[in-house]
Every structure is written in C-alpha cells, then in structure tokens.
C-alpha cells in the first residue's frame, strides 16, 4: 500500500509501481479503441524490426486484427521514424511531426560521437540536401543512398555519409516493410515526401513529458531522460511542478505523476501477457525493478541491442517467448525463467494459443510448448 506522512511525499512500493504502469500500458485489461488512438496514447511503439508493434498491439486492444495495422502503415496514418532515443518508433503521422524535432537533439549528438569524429572536413550539409532532393523524388535503399554519394560526391567516403544522413533528415522507412507478413527491402524517403508536405505543428518539450507520465508514470526525471534519450529534463519538471503529483519510491527517488493518473493497488491481480520484443515497457525507465529484475534483464537485453519478446506472471516479466511458422504449423515455444504456477501457466497456454491464431490464421494448426525452468 502507498505509505503516507505527513508533509513527504507518499511512497509507492515497487507492485504499486508495476500495477500503475501495466494500467497505462493496457496490459491490466484489453482497451476497446482504435489502433491509431492506442499508438499516440503510447507516444509510439518502438520498431526497429517491423512486426513486434503488431503483437504489442494485440496483446493490449480487444479485437485487434493484425489487418488493421496494417492499413494504417500502408494508408500513411502511421510512420516508422527515428524518434525516441535514436530509435525507429512506429508512431502516427501526426505525433512524427511533433516528435522528431523535439528529438532531433538526440539525434544531433550521435554525430559529434564515437563515429561521427570522422565527419570533421566533410560536407555534411550539402549530401544532406541533395540526399533529401533524391529521396524526395522516390524512396531510396541505404545500398542506392551510397551509391547517389559516391556519384556526386567522390571525395565523400558513402558509408559514412550515408550513416550520418539518416541522423540529420527525417526518413520514414516505406511500405512493404512494416506490413505483417510483406517482406522486401528497406527503403526511405523524407517525411514531408510522405505525408506530402510539412506541417504547421508546434512541438513542446512540457506536452512530451506529460504524454510520457500518462504512458509512463510514476516517473523520475532520470526515467524520462532514459526514455525519451533527451537530457535536462528536469528544468521542464520544474516548470510542470504546479500541476504534478510528487511520490517517492522505497529507495528515496523523486516520482512525478499526473493528479489523475490510475495508481492501482498493488494486490490488484494482472494478467499473463506477452510482450513484443522491443516493447516501451522493459525500456522506458532508469529503475526497471517496477517490471524485470536487473539478473532477468541481463538475460532479456543482448549485447548487440536486440529486446528480445517476453511473457508476464504477475505484472513481471517472468521468461521469453519465440514465434515460428513452418510446413503449416505455428509454434509458440516459451522459456520459463522460473517455475510457473498451474493456473498461469493454463493462461498462457490459452493466451498463447490466440496469439497464434492472430498472426497465424491460415496455418493448420498451432502449438504452445514450455521449455525446461532455466
């Protein structure tokens, strides 16, 4: 339960955290709305592969067809863009519009770092404009983008030419990627290309951070600087205070939330869900102790990026789940990290099975194996 004294902050314990965030992740209780609605209500899914939204969707909305995704990428309602952190986020045409340039500082740093030290002398600038000019004509590969730089600009070196405009413009990587069940190669153009001209939007640091609370929160500023990848955040705290809640977790840190946010009680019962790889839920925060314990996420987090899909016991993540389909058959192979208990394991067989049915509809038939506890 929240401890309060009088004149501190109340202090949310580590499943009041977690029953908060699942409530706003809609992992509580399926939402009936659209897609559309579910993705800004999320300020974005992240996507660096394309398919994980659609099984993060399907785990959070009643009824989701995949098909509806779907239409939405090819109808240009919604975008994959770097955003957040630096990563491409699936998020609606009308949030890129606001969300790439209040994130464009993230991006600006990856250029004065680590790789970006060898653009010293180079003419960023005009690849930049005429690589937009190209794209803006018809999307591009990263293979086709080389190709352009080593043309036109001979004393350019293309790879790292090419690497570094992806950071300065706006790309939106096109349809057929992003399609469940389309495959094909990874081509960009410029969102105004896309959407077919810019927008007049006026993009506020102070609307992101409350976006980020209702998705989010409880939260510290550290969480959202993890988040969003920006830094001085705590200044727009500041200036948001009069409107904010304050709590402290059990470790001290300073929580910030919306009045009126759901902070469920911490008995509250939650559901088995699985979890797309890559999801916002394991990589929103500086603390994940609200969601996965710091020996799973070791286990979760690779060394080369990749998040991997997993499943929840409890609210918390409790093993890591891989999807196949071959010769007709889906299987659904979950690896408990723990022992799971008979009714949740029940659930999961059920839930599992549903998955497989959504995003397997013509295979024969489907499988839910468990793998040995490890």
């Known amino acids: 339960m929240t401890r309060e004294v009088a004149g501190t902050p109340p202090v949310l314990g580590r499943r009041e955290l977690n029953r908060a965030l699942l409530a706003r992740q809609m992992l509580l209780r399926r939402r009936a709305m659209p897609a559309l609605d579910a993705i800004e209500h999320l300020v974005g899914m992240q996507s660096q592969a394309p398919n994980p939204p659609y099984v993060g969707l399907w785990s959070r909305l009643e009824d989701f067809a995949f098909e509806e995704l779907a239409e939405l990428t090819t109808g240009r309602r919604v975008v994959r863009i770097a955003v957040m952190r630096g990563t491409i986020h699936l998020v609606s045409a009308r949030d890129a519009r606001v969300l790439r340039p209040l994130t464009q500082p993230v991006l600006d740093a990856a250029l004065r770092t680590g790789r970006g030290a060898a653009l010293a002398g180079s003419d960023l600038a005009g690849v930049a404009a005429g690589v937009r000019a190209a794209m803006d004509e018809r999307p591009l590969s990263d293979k086709e983008v080389r190709a352009l730089i080593a043309e036109r600009w001979p004393r350019e070196d293309p790879e790292l030419l090419g690497w570094a405009v992806r950071w300065v413009l706006p790309l939106v990587q096109v349809p057929p990627r992003g399609v469940w069940g389309a495959s094909g190669l990874a081509r960009h153009t410029t969102l105004d290309a896309w959407l077919d001209g810019p927008a007049e939007v006026e993009p ?52 910030y939330d919306l009045p009126e946010a759901p902070r469920p009680g911490p008995d509250l019962a939650a559901p088995v869900r699985f979890v797309a790889g890559f999801d916002n839920l394991l990589l929103s925060h500086a603390d994940r102790a609200r969601i ?83």
């Not at 993890?226 to 001290?252: A, H, K, M």
């Open 204 to 255: 506020s640091l102070e609307e992101l951070v409350l976006r980020y609370l209702g998705a989010f929160g409880p939260a510290s500023v550290q969480d959202a600087q993890q988040w969003s990848g920006l830094t001085r955040l705590g200044e727009v705290v500041e200036r948001l205070l009069p409107g904010l809640r304050e709590f402290r977790d059990e470790n001290g840190r300073v929580l």
């Open 292 to 374: 996965i314990s710091e020996e799973h996420r070791r286990r979760v987090f690779t060394v080369n990026g990749i998040i991997r899909p997993t499943f929840l016991v409890d609210g918390f993540v409790h093993g890591m789940w891989k999807m196949e389909s071959a010769r007709g058959t889906a299987t659904l192979r979950l690896e408990p990290f723990a022992p799971v208990p008979e009714p949740e394991r029940a659930a999961l067989e059920a839930e599992g099975e549903r998955l497989l049915a959504a995003a397997h509809p013509k295979a024969a038939s489907g499988n839910v194996e468990f793998a040995p506890e490890s």
